[in-house]
């Protein structure tokens, strides 16, 4: 009897130590949705300390025709009429498979000052949520305009206990009439096989050496296609990639807003009322709550943040509203949505900066392939393209960034002028889908290579100017453009 009470005693005891086993930050912290008075704080607690290392076994995919239940052996990518099976080999599981980071309970809390300042403002301790991948989003409020700040991320099992913390700085947006000199970098196409670094990719540490006020990520964050038969499997291709150290340090430092495109969404190509069997347990739907889940995100996916008087950013949602790409093209085709499209062309014409930027998922310039459907530089969407190009030709000093290209490019509309940069892939492994000697009448740069694209406005001599950059991976800068206000 007493044998039985020790081993039930000890039983208790575990279960107690591991409900108040102290949780980690492998994931690391994303501070985003930056204005000149607020912010959103984004953390997620970690079982363990690190990653689940490379080398470990990775799921293995096979698949069956929907119709007949035959194997599918060298199948075409992203067949939508094939069923998917996972399987962890080795005995492995969604918690031991190379990259995996398991989420853990806890509570949390953020404290936050600018820096010099000598006492924090402190938000109120929240719980983790395990159903949305153990993640909670913190807004900061009343910030002031033009200011490096300093968080500091409290969390524990308990809230006061055995506490641990995580540091991050962030810089606030100026005020709306202060002319300040402005930069910020922009990356796409990120592809977890394709890194280029022990710890991840070159360009996170390139694009921190330039101290930029800001980030934005335009899409294909990550590649669901392949993996991501499921929920879970979806929530560990953010893990896998944002354990990565490179990552980790550069998004505790830099303010950052995200944009998702199809991969992150759902698989290539992808609409919200598309039919595939492909992604087997995993659908459009619960790809648009996760990536809300995964980064810090306000109310709404599409969004315009003004930074000082020379630069405003608008971001477009490319995938919420969009109708099927095989519909015929006409005026009831669309990739942003009337309520998107009327939004974007009121808030253009009440802006006055100087600079006005639309950073899209997708081009709209080009050129791009002809075979491909999905953006408004081919013919599939080309009514809402010509419209959307009449537009931003008729307003002074509009550029546009787009991601989704693996090649770096600066474009300019042979019909109405409106000038485009692509900022490539996030390394020279994932580059691809053109060449360097298909320069084109549209091109005024062009170079099928990884890295990223800055953009600094400044005054020069009294006068607003625009400079964008194009680097390599190693930080090399490729191309330089510059546009001066008028």
């Given at each position: 009897?007493?044998?039985?009470?020790?081993?039930?005693?000890?039983?208790?005891?575990?279960?107690?130590?591991?409900?108040?086993?102290?949780?980690?930050?492998?994931?690391?912290?994303?501070?985003?949705?930056?204005?000149?008075?607020?912010?959103?704080?984004?953390?997620?607690?970690?079982?363990?300390?690190?990653?689940?290392?490379?080398?470990?076994?990775?799921?293995?995919?096979?698949?069956?025709?929907?119709?007949?239940?035959?194997?599918?052996?060298?199948?075409?990518?992203?067949?939508?009429?094939?069923?998917?099976?996972?399987?962890?080999?080795?005995?492995?599981?969604?918690?031991?498979?190379?990259?995996?980071?398991?989420?853990?309970?806890?509570?949390?809390?953020?404290?936050?000052?600018?820096?010099?300042?000598?006492?924090?403002?402190?938000?109120?301790?929240?719980?983790?949520?395990?159903?949305?991948?153990?993640?909670?989003?913190?807004?900061?409020?009343?910030?002031?305009?033009?200011?490096?700040?300093?968080?500091?991320?409290?969390?524990?099992?308990?809230?006061?206990?055995?506490?641990?913390?995580?540091?991050?700085?962030?810089?606030?947006?100026?005020?709306?009439?202060?002319?300040?000199?402005?930069?910020?970098?922009?990356?796409?196409?990120?592809?977890?096989?394709?890194?280029?670094?022990?710890?991840?990719?070159?360009?996170?540490?390139?694009?921190?050496?330039?101290?930029?006020?800001?980030?934005?990520?335009?899409?294909?964050?990550?590649?669901?296609?392949?993996?991501?038969?499921?929920?879970?499997?979806?929530?560990?291709?953010?893990?896998?990639?944002?354990?990565?150290n490179s990552a980790v340090e550069f998004h505790k430092n830099v303010a950052s807003y995200f944009m998702k495109d199809d991969h992150d969404t759902l698989v290539n190509d992808s609409w919200p009322t598309m039919e595939t069997t492909f992604m087997g347990d995993f659908t459009f739907e619960r790809g648009l709550e996760i990536f809300?889940?995964?980064?810090?995100?306000?109310?709404?996916?599409?969004?315009?943040?003004?930074?000082?008087?020379?630069?405003?950013?608008?971001?477009?949602?490319?995938?919420?509203?969009?109708?099927?790409?095989?519909?015929?093209?006409?005026?009831?085709?669309?990739?942003?949505?009337?309520?998107?499209?009327?939004?974007?062309?009121?808030?253009?014409?009440?802006?006055?900066?100087?600079?006005?930027?639309?950073?899209?998922?997708?081009?709209?310039?080009?050129?791009?392939?002809?075979?491909?459907?999905?953006?408004?530089?081919?013919?599939?969407?080309?009514?809402?393209?010509?419209?959307?190009?009449?537009?931003?030709?008729?307003?002074?000093?509009?550029?546009?960034?787009?991601?989704?290209?693996?090649?770096?490019?600066?474009?300019?509309?042979?019909?109405?002028?409106?000038?485009?940069?692509s900022s490539g892939p996030a390394s020279d492994e994932h580059a691809g889908g053109w060449s360097n000697d298909m320069v084109l009448p549209e091109h005024t740069y062009l170079n099928v290579i990884g890295g990223f694209l800055a953009i600094t406005v400044e005054r020069q001599d009294r006068s607003p100017i625009l400079i964008a950059?194009?680097?390599?991976?190693?930080?090399?800068?490729?191309?330089?453009?510059?546009?001066?206000?008028?």
């Open positions: 009897m007493k044998t039985l009470v020790a081993l039930f005693n000890a039983l208790i005891m575990s279960i107690t130590l591991a409900s108040c086993a102290t949780p980690y930050m492998a994931t690391g912290i994303k501070i985003g949705e930056v204005t000149d008075s607020e912010a959103i704080v984004w953390v997620r607690l970690t079982e363990n300390e690190k990653r689940v290392d490379f080398g470990a076994p990775m799921p293995q995919v096979s698949y069956t025709l929907a119709s007949t239940g035959e194997p599918l052996v060298d199948m075409e990518y992203r067949q939508p009429d094939a069923v998917p099976a996972v399987e962890f080999p080795n005995g492995s599981s969604i918690d031991t498979i190379e990259g995996a980071v398991p989420g853990a309970k806890g509570t949390v809390r953020v404290r936050y000052k600018p820096e010099g300042d000598t006492e924090f403002k402190i938000t109120p301790w929240h719980k983790v949520d395990p159903k949305a991948d153990f993640t909670q989003q913190f807004r900061l409020l009343n910030l002031m305009p033009a200011r490096k700040y300093v968080i500091e991320v409290e969390y524990g099992a308990r809230k006061n206990q055995n506490l641990k913390t995580l540091s991050g700085t962030f810089r606030t947006a100026p005020a709306t009439d202060t002319i300040v000199p402005v930069t910020f970098t922009v990356i796409t196409g990120q592809r977890y096989p394709d890194r280029d670094a022990d710890d991840g990719f070159k360009i996170y540490g390139q694009m921190q050496s330039l101290d930029p006020d800001f980030f934005v990520h335009t899409g294909d964050i990550l590649y669901y296609d392949q993996f991501a038969k499921t929920p879970a499997l979806a929530n560990w291709h953010w893990q896998r990639l944002y354990s990565l809300r889940e995964q980064v810090p995100m306000g109310d709404k996916t599409y969004r315009t943040v003004r930074w000082g008087k020379d630069l405003q950013i608008w971001m477009v949602e490319g995938r919420d509203f969009r109708s099927p790409n095989t519909m015929e093209d006409g005026p009831d085709k669309t990739i942003w949505g009337a309520e998107q499209m009327a939004w974007f062309k009121r808030t253009v014409q009440e802006s006055d900066a100087t600079f006005r930027v639309l950073i899209s998922p997708t081009p709209v310039v080009g050129p791009d392939r002809p075979n491909k459907n999905d953006n408004h530089a081919n013919n599939a969407f080309a009514h809402e393209g010509n419209l959307l190009r009449e537009f931003i030709a008729s307003q002074e000093n509009m550029v546009v960034i787009c991601g989704d290209r693996h090649w770096q490019y600066v474009s300019v509309d042979q019909t109405n002028g409106v000038k485009e940069y950059r194009h680097y390599g991976v190693d930080g090399e800068v490729l191309n330089e453009d510059r546009i001066v206000a008028h």
